[in-house]
């Protein structure tokens, strides 16, 4: 098993020295796979693969800055640092404490889903939640993320004015990290073309 490549695009690099390629990749067996056919990009020059990626966006190829990438990966990781200082803040590991101690107290599994599916927090069916539950802790580990602890304070009762503040600067951070980079020059290639 291997992989049948055909050159799609070839052409010179910006600076002339080199040259930027697109292969037209596919799985070279007939059993099925998740991605039957994708594209490879590469820049195969020194100095215009140390400034820029080759990427694509639909199907237009384009050329993004190294320190555009650099600089999202650093505004990626200041909103994710946010995220874990919501999740590890007092006040919430002491709301997250009280719901999984709502969520033991329960008589049944059934009674914990209709708990959570009440509250907008499991949507899967009854079975397959059933089939999937471990503990309220195993619960809280896998599923209390910031984008579901305005319901989890709302089912304990706990006023939620500090933490929707919190929230939206993650909101803010989240947004302003997940922008997509902002290509240089005219695209590479276009498919179809």
């Not at 007092?90 to 599916?117: K, P």
Request: hydrophobic fraction near 35%; charge should be negative.
């Amino acid at each position: 098993m291997g992989t049948d490549r055909s050159i799609e695009y070839q052409g010179p690099c910006l600076c002339g020295r080199g040259t930027i390629r697109i292969d037209d990749c596919e799985v070279d067996h007939a059993w099925p796979t998740a991605i039957p056919q994708w594209y490879e990009c590469r820049i195969e020059c020194p100095t215009c693969s140390e400034r820029f990626s080759l990427q694509r966006k639909g199907n237009r190829f384009v050329l993004i800055e190294q320190s555009v990438l650099e600089e999202r990966q650093c505004r990626e990781q200041v909103a994710k640092d946010k995220a874990a200082a919501i999740l590890s803040d007092q006040e919430v590991q002491s709301v997250i404490g009280q719901f999984e101690a709502l969520l033991g107290a329960q008589r049944s599994v059934a009674a914990i889903y209709r708990l959570l599916s009440g509250a907008g927090l499991e949507s899967c069916a009854e079975g397959t939640f059933r089939r999937h539950w471990q503990s309220p802790q195993a619960w809280t580990k896998n599923w209390a993320k910031p984008k579901s602890l305005l319901q989890i304070f709302g089912v304990v009762g706990t006023s939620t004015e500090r933490l929707s503040e919190m929230l939206s600067e993650l909101r803010a951070l989240e947004e302003h990290a997940f922008q997509p980079p902002e290509q240089y020059g005219e695209p590479v290639y276009v498919l179809g073309r």
